[in-house]
């Protein structure tokens, strides 16, 4: 039996980390709270709110300790009313501060080419948010409580996590095609999509979206700070510890930045980012997990100026993918999609390309 790639085998201890893989998927039915615009975009489609347990810690928990323990996870379906048999498949990832709703014209327009569509609040989002505070602030609030040793990793790998155990449940299902399952998501969903693409091979097309990027690379050419910038509080509390640290009859004291806040250096970053993705900039950065998707159809969109994912950085992992993709004879299943003049924005061009992508590599049989 071959060895898996130490990509997959970092990314897997990352996200793993000592837990394990719940043998029976609790789930239960849940009431969506859609808004107007969102119950519009579902007219005539058939839709199934539930609930799914990710985490069997929670198994024999109260409902009260699951739900602070971010273990239930909020999942839409969302298919034609006349669907029949097993469908192909398409999980849909939201951004940063937003929620499943947010793609709910997405999910609707592909339940209607014939998918079943998928969608999750992620957690601190949407139905996860913490009770009394915005899914923005709360989601802030726990990435600094990860840096100072919650236990949790909230950005990006137990999001990854649950998107494993939501693969599990797709493939249990009768109306799922378990080897047709795509993903796509933006910006923080974008992220999601290529690590768990990269971690298991069951997603058989992603399309991230304004969602790849070098970390690495940034943090050597220091150009993370529009990435900073999206989740700011924990990297403020990473900075001020620094400063809290350093001795104070030192003469060089850390600069502080406009309105008193410590200056987020490049060490502030990497220390941030070894403690909230641990091992990922020595193991599964883009240019490392990426290739692991080859030779899956994968279709990248960024925009040509985006500062949160710099095409700089892109390329350079390009280079790595383009290489397993042209040694597996599968180039034709790599696309970059780069819309000009843009920034950190998904366009309607982008999802064309995706709704195509989707539909050649899984609406259409090959066989």
């Given at each position: 039996?071959?060895?898996?790639?130490?990509?997959?085998?970092?990314?897997?201890?990352?996200?793993?980390?000592?837990?394990?893989?719940?043998?029976?998927?609790?789930?239960?039915?849940?009431?969506?709270?859609?808004?107007?615009?969102?119950?519009?975009?579902?007219?005539?489609?058939?839709?199934?709110?539930?609930?799914?347990?990710?985490?069997?810690?929670?198994?024999?928990?109260?409902?009260?300790?699951?739900?602070?323990?971010?273990?239930?996870?909020?999942?839409r379906l969302v298919k034609?009313?006349?669907?029949?048999?097993?469908?192909?498949?398409?999980?849909?990832?939201?951004?940063?501060?937003?929620?499943?709703?947010?793609?709910?014209?997405?999910?609707?327009?592909?339940?209607?080419?014939?998918?079943?569509?998928?969608?999750?609040?992620?957690?601190?989002?949407?139905?996860?948010?913490?009770?009394?505070?915005?899914?923005?602030?709360?989601?802030?609030?726990?990435?600094?409580?990860?840096?100072?040793?919650?236990?949790?990793?909230?950005?990006?790998?137990?999001?990854?996590?649950?998107?494993?155990?939501?693969?599990?449940?797709?493939?249990?299902?009768?109306?799922?095609?378990?080897?047709?399952i795509g993903m796509t998501?933006?910006?923080?969903?974008?992220?999601?999509?290529?690590?768990?693409?990269?971690?298991?091979?069951?997603?058989?097309?992603?399309?991230?979206?304004?969602?790849?990027?070098?970390?690495?690379?940034?943090?050597?050419?220091?150009?993370?700070?529009?990435?900073?910038?999206?989740?700011?509080?924990?990297?403020?509390?990473?900075?001020?510890?620094?400063?809290?640290?350093?001795?104070?009859?030192?003469?060089?004291?850390?600069?502080?930045?406009?309105?008193?806040?410590?200056?987020?250096?490049?060490?502030?970053?990497?220390?941030?980012?070894?403690?909230?993705?641990?091992?990922?900039?020595?193991?599964?950065?883009?240019?490392?997990?990426?290739?692991?998707?080859?030779?899956?159809?994968?279709?990248?969109?960024?925009?040509?100026?985006?500062?949160?994912?710099?095409?700089?950085?892109?390329?350079?992992?390009?280079?790595?993918?383009?290489?397993?993709?042209?040694?597996?004879?599968?180039?034709?299943?790599?696309?970059?999609?780069?819309?000009?003049?843009?920034?950190?924005?998904?366009?309607?061009?982008?999802?064309?390309?995706?709704?195509?992508?989707?539909?050649?590599?899984?609406?259409?049989?090959?066989?």
């Amino acid at each position: 039996m071959a060895l898996a790639p130490a990509a997959r085998v970092a990314l897997l201890q990352a996200l793993t980390r000592g837990r394990d893989i719940p043998t029976t998927l609790q789930t239960r039915p849940a009431v969506g709270r859609m808004g107007h615009q969102t119950t519009a975009a579902f007219r005539g489609l058939q839709v199934e709110e539930l609930q799914m347990c990710s985490e069997t810690e929670a198994e024999l928990a109260t409902d009260s300790a699951c739900e602070a323990a971010q273990a239930w996870v909020p999942v839409r379906l969302v298919k034609q009313a006349v669907a029949q048999g097993r469908l192909p498949v398409v999980v849909l990832l939201h951004a940063t501060g937003t929620d499943k709703d947010s793609l709910a014209t997405q999910q609707a327009h592909f339940a209607r080419r014939g998918y079943l569509a998928a969608a999750i609040d992620c957690r601190y989002h949407g139905d996860r948010a913490a009770v009394g505070e915005g899914c923005w602030e709360g989601y802030q609030q726990a990435l600094v409580r990860a840096w100072r040793g919650s236990g949790e990793l909230p950005f990006l790998l137990d999001n990854v996590w649950d998107l494993l155990r939501l693969l599990d449940l797709l493939q249990s299902r009768p109306d799922v095609e378990p080897g047709r399952i795509g993903m796509t998501g933006v910006s923080l969903g974008g992220m999601h999509t290529w690590l768990t693409a990269a971690a298991d091979e069951r997603v058989a097309a992603a399309a991230p979206m304004i969602g790849v990027q070098n970390f690495g690379w940034a943090v050597e050419q220091q150009r993370y700070h529009a990435r900073v910038g999206s989740i700011p509080h924990v990297f403020q509390a990473a900075a001020a510890e620094a400063i809290e640290q350093l001795d104070p009859e030192l003469p060089h004291q850390a600069p502080q930045a406009a309105g008193g806040e410590a200056q987020i250096s490049a060490d502030v970053v990497k220390a941030v980012w070894d403690r909230l993705l641990p091992g990922l900039l020595e193991h599964y950065d883009a240019p490392m997990s990426l290739p692991l998707l080859a030779p899956r159809p994968l279709l990248i969109a960024n925009g040509e100026l985006d500062p949160r994912c710099p095409m700089e950085g892109v390329h350079l992992a390009m280079e790595a993918v383009q290489a397993a993709y042209e040694r597996q004879g599968s180039l034709d299943k790599l696309q970059l999609y780069v819309v000009p003049d843009c920034e950190h924005q998904s366009t309607d061009c982008m999802w064309e390309q995706v709704f195509a992508f989707m539909d050649r590599h899984l609406l259409q049989r090959t066989s």
